[in-house]
């Protein structure tokens, strides 16, 4: 038995093997595929290094024990089927627009920063001994590190420059819909403020739901 967030690491590793082996296999032809393997390379790298900076969130993400089917399954998902767009970046000939360049910059920037902001401090509050956390970048949206890490996702799909790659976000978006329902139910029951944060923010998307 080992935790979500060990296989989740492994995962991340065979994602930068992956697009490694991309690289090897086609080439760097051109600005797609330059711009995808930094991006998302950088994003997985950070992924293992934001655990060696701040610790304390191997206590707090994906705490939950897994299996070996578990563990394979985070594997073929999170390693394999998220690098689906990796594929389709580095098979795709075609030149990678500017309007296309101009759109998925901004998305993982700023989805990297929101995400990484709200997670660094959600684990500073919660080491204080903070219980709900709702203000600061928190204070709008109850799930904003999720509303970061789709906006990031969505920037590798735009890079690829196909339909198909948009498969991976549309997972996620429908995983994270679970997340947030099964995470309310539970904070409803452990926060006795929740109720009023709910009614002042929203879940996923600002302004919008």
């Known amino acids: 038995m080992t935790t979500q967030l060990n296989a989740i690491n492994w995962a991340k590793i065979i ?17 797609r595929q330059a711009l995808y393997a930094c991006m998302h390379i950088s994003y997985c790298a950070w992924w293992l290094l934001e655990q060696k900076i701040y610790p304390e969130r191997r206590k707090q993400i994906f705490t939950e024990k897994v299996g070996i089917p578990g563990f394979i399954s985070a594997l073929l998902i999170v390693g394999i089927f998220y690098s689906l767009p990796a594929f389709l970046a580095f098979t795709n000939p075609a030149n990678l627009s500017i309007a296309a360049i101009a759109t998925a ?22 080491a204080s001994g903070v219980g709900l956390v709702r203000t600061g970048i928190w204070s709008e949206v109850r799930h904003i590190n999720y ?19 948009f498969l991976v976000p549309l ?39």
């Open 15 to 31: 994602t930068i093997l992956v697009i490694v082996g991309l690289i090897l296999i086609f080439g760097i032809s051109g600005q």
């Open 105 to 126: 910059i901004p998305l993982f920037y700023f989805g990297s920063l929101i995400n990484t902001a709200a997670d660094i401090q959600k684990t500073t509050e919660k």
């Open 147 to 165: 509303t970061g890490d789709l906006m990031r996702y969505l920037s590798f799909s735009v890079v690829a420059g196909s339909v198909w790659a």
């Open 171 to 209: 997972s996620i978006f429908a995983l994270y819909l679970q997340r947030i329902r099964e995470k309310e139910v539970s904070m409803r029951i452990k926060y006795k403020n929740f109720s009023d944060y709910e009614s002042t923010s929203f879940r996923l998307i600002p302004g919008v739901w």
